[in-house]
């Protein structure tokens, strides 16, 4: 199989969730169809509300909006606590003053998508801190070596940082986050990359650097 490009970014998201609900099943020891279509849904949504967002920063007032533009139940506080946890993130990462402060606003980023989608998700997974945490941690670290390949990219958009400092900063946090994920959860994550063809996606990326990448959970809404 081989994975979409960066032109076609709402498949990249819809592949991405699908890897990693069934990483996320694995370690729970549970059905992957529990949560593989819901996942990747709600990760291609935020794909278009990215894009909307760009288009118009405060087209997602609250959280509460985000969820009800996913399709997800705007009653459950949980999820809305998440996506207001995403907004704050999203607008924190663009506006930070320092390397250090973007890239915790952009590891939030993470942390609340995954929030998302173990918050809509059976109890089965919900409940599981271990692998909450884990794909917590691989999320993180998409999104820093997402930021390491988007340098260049980002720098522009940023206009606060340099490609070099970004780069530098991404490649640091990458160190520290991957450090926090379990061998059992790599291999995992490996055999995901293979079938979706995300690995040979990624080989491609490292042989351009500082061109668009992608990571695999992280909305920059």
């Not at 819809?14 to 729970?28: D, F, K, R, T």
Request: proline share 3%; charged share 20%; aromatic share 8%.
């Amino acid at each position: 199989m081989n994975f979409p490009d960066s032109s076609h970014k709402a498949e990249q998201y819809y592949i991405s969730g699908q890897m990693l609900a069934n990483v996320a099943a694995e370690l729970a020891d549970t059905d992957p169809n529990l949560i593989a279509e819901p996942w990747g849904s709600t990760m291609q949504r935020l794909a278009t509300a990215d894009r909307l967002a760009e288009d118009d920063a405060t087209f997602f007032l609250s959280g509460k909006n985000l969820i009800d533009y996913l399709g997800l139940d705007t009653e459950n506080n949980d999820l809305v606590l998440s996506a207001d946890g995403l907004l704050v993130a999203a607008a924190a990462s663009t506006t930070a003053a320092t390397v250090q402060a973007h890239f915790i606003a952009r590891e939030q980023e993470a942390l609340h998508t995954t929030g998302i989608l173990f918050h809509q998700s059976p109890e089965v997974i919900r409940g599981n801190g271990l692998v909450r945490s884990q794909i917590g941690y691989l999320a993180i670290a998409g999104i820093q070596l997402d930021s390491l390949c988007d340098a260049k990219q980002d720098s522009l958009r940023l206009g606060q940082f340099t490609a070099l400092q970004l780069a530098m900063g991404s490649f640091q946090r990458f160190v520290k986050s991957s450090a926090h994920i379990q061998p059992v959860t790599w291999g995992s994550i490996l055999r995901q990359s293979h079938r979706f063809g995300f690995d040979k996606h990624m080989v491609k990326k490292a042989s351009r650097p500082f061109t668009p990448s992608f990571s695999f959970a992280g909305s920059q809404i």
